[in-house]
């Protein structure tokens, strides 16, 4: 056994007894401590913010009462927060508010600007595509926006298809005449382009269009979305047949193409209210472990689309759910359209208030938070309700086969810890010309597109990625807010690991899991019968032969999809430069 920590023969960090029970004892004073500073909370109402030993915000929560809300953390020995968030907090800070709704807005304000760990993450499984109409231009367009952000805009939807989305739009251009060019396009021409000439533009640019008939366009295309052209429907679908019984079957696809599109956009297919009303539903559905939250979205009296945001790590005590569901409906619509109406299970009826106050400072507008009414509603929060379920299950099972992966790349490596936060690195180059190299994350499994970095290469002159490798991970240590990875993975063989080894040890992170991942090369020429393929193959510090996974794992698949995105993320940094060159 090793006397001391350090790297071991096999290449991993060891840690002695010694220094794990070092480590037990700085956490039960860091608790001790922390017990200490809550005493002299105050007993009102703000938000708390944990931090980590770098200063991270780790988590942020909203308290009636900061004082008993932050204590209770500490109350419960066996809890999930205090296996997984307690002994990662360093200390806690918090923030004063008069009410409650302002703790609501100021608790969504900070959870988007840190974006913490340990709180939800409004990340949904899929991002839905809107329309949006800029309105507040001179002659507004349309564009497909995956987030509802520029004040003054009209948004319509979201939508579950981008490409009937896209068609959509396409149609709204050339049947109204509306402009598709960017801005920047627009600015200072002297004639028209292509558009204007095949009778798809009324060119405002030019001002063959002045801003009253251009703005009935608008209004024409707008009136037309919102699902009252139903006259210029039908014209379509008689010009469709005309166009078949004419043999122009090209054309007439194309227009079935647009038909089609427009009926998805006014979601014909599921009309499930008559009251021609915009409104959400939400429900969750949970676990001791997870928690899922699913919205509908009605738009017209008909549900266009649904979202869902999982959340693992997730337990929470009854009495907090409320809580829970508060912050999600807050911070969901900081960055969401807010419809006139919002169904939330009855169950919570004591937050409906607290939550039309805070929605409506958010938004400037009112808008009604209440349970389902009528067999119409009810059947809405059941639809959203079952979705939750389902969707949880498949989230949990998915959640389950990444966790198992990274278990094995645990065990393979024989790290200390699972490999929660990866990062890659790859340098690309043309013959040393315009080096880069990319940095990307993967948390927990998955790309963590937010921390990617990319890097010119300043130092090293010439083909000589071992020097590049040191000096990009030598830059990337110097970022000292930017937290520690479980395992660093260099993309290359031994030469490229040796370079990382010493700029974690120059860097004092010796403690750092690093491997190189070498990529699988195809190993026939072109006249062999048979082509084989060798697999990839993964170098450990202190370890003469290569790792290797079996071909269909899938912690092989994860490590394979993290050495193909920094590639992707690098090649087309160095693309971008080298075309910038010419
Ligand atoms: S004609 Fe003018 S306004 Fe219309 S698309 Fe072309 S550049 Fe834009």
Redesign the pocket.
């Known amino acids: 056994m090793c006397k001391e920590s350090g790297i071991g023969q096999n290449g991993t960090y060891v840690v002695t007894p010694v220094e794990i029970s070092n480590r037990i004892q700085n956490m039960k004073e860091t608790k001790t401590l922390l017990k200490e500073t809550i005493k002299n909370f105050p007993i009102q109402c703000g938000v708390y913010l944990m931090k980590d030993i770098n200063n991270h915000v780790i988590y942020v929560g909203k308290a009636r009462n900061l004082k008993s809300r932050v204590r209770s953390y500490f109350s419960n020995a066996k809890s999930f927060k205090n296996v997984f968030l307690i002994p990662r907090i360093h200390h806690i800070d918090y923030i004063l508010t008069d009410t409650e709704v302002e703790a609501y807005l100021l608790e969504a304000s900070l959870v988007k600007k840190h974006n913490p760990r340990y709180n939800v993450r409004l990340k949904d499984d899929k991002s839905y595509p809107y329309i949006r109409c800029s309105m507040e231009e001179s002659f507004p367009r349309f564009y497909m926006e995956r987030r509802v952000k520029k004040p003054g805009s009209l948004y319509f939807g979201p939508y579950t298809d981008a490409g009937f989305v896209r068609q959509m739009i396409h149609l709204l251009n050339t049947r109204f005449k509306v ?3 960017s801005n920047h ?2 600015k200072g ?1 002297k004639k ?2 292509l ?2 000439y095949i009778g798809s ?1 009324t ?3 030019v001002n063959k269009v002045g801003k009253v008939d251009y703005s009935k366009q608008v209004k024409q295309s707008l009136s037309f979305l919102r699902g009252t052209g139903k006259v210029i429907l039908k014209d379509m679908e008689k010009r469709m047949k005309q166009l078949s019984k004419q043999e122009r079957f090209e054309e007439a696809a194309r227009l079935r193409d647009s038909i089609k599109a427009v009926e998805f956009c006014r979601a014909k297919q599921s009309i499930v209210s008559q009251r021609k009303k915009n409104g959400d539903v939400i429900a969750f559905h949970q676990d001791k472990q997870a928690i899922l939250f699913q919205t509908l979205h009605i738009r017209i009296g008909t549900v266009v689309g649904h979202r869902s945001y999982y959340h693992s790590r997730f337990r929470q005590s009854p009495k907090f759910i409320s809580e829970r569901l508060c912050s999600f409906v807050i911070q969901y619509y900081m960055d969401n359209l807010l419809p006139e109406l919002i169904l939330i299970s009855a169950k919570y009826k004591g937050y409906f208030s607290t939550l039309e106050k805070a929605l409506s400072k958010i938004h400037g507008k009112s808008v009604c938070v209440r349970g389902p009414k009528g067999s119409i509603e009810k059947k809405l929060m059941d639809m959203a309700l079952k979705n939750a379920q389902s969707r949880f299950k498949e989230q949990n099972a998915k959640k389950q086969s990444l966790l198992h992966a990274l278990e094995d790349i645990q065990k393979k490596f024989n790290l200390k810890c699972l490999p929660e936060r990866m990062e890659c690195f790859d340098i690309s180059h043309f013959q040393g010309q315009q080096q880069v190299a990319s940095h990307v994350v993967f948390h927990e499994g998955i790309p963590k597109k937010e921390d990617y970095r990319r890097y010119k290469i300043k130092t090293v002159e010439g083909v000589d990625d071992f020097s590049s490798i040191k000096e990009v991970l030598d830059r990337r240590f110097k970022h000292r807010e930017y937290p520690d990875p479980h395992l660093l993975i260099v993309d290359g063989g031994k030469g490229q690991l040796t370079k990382a080894l010493l700029a974690l040890k120059e860097a004092g992170k010796e403690d750092i899991a690093v491997v190189a991942m070498a990529k699988a090369r195809v190993q026939s020429d072109f006249t062999a019968k048979e082509v084989k393929s060798s697999s990839e193959k993964f170098f450990l510090p202190g370890r003469k032969n290569a790792l290797y996974f079996h071909s269909h794992s899938e912690a092989l698949r994860i490590l394979t999809h993290l050495r193909d995105e920094a590639h992707r993320f690098a090649i087309t940094y160095h693309r971008k430069l080298f075309q910038k060159s010419f």
């Open positions: 402009r598709d060019c396009f627009m021409r028209p382009c558009t204007y533009c060119a405002p640019c």
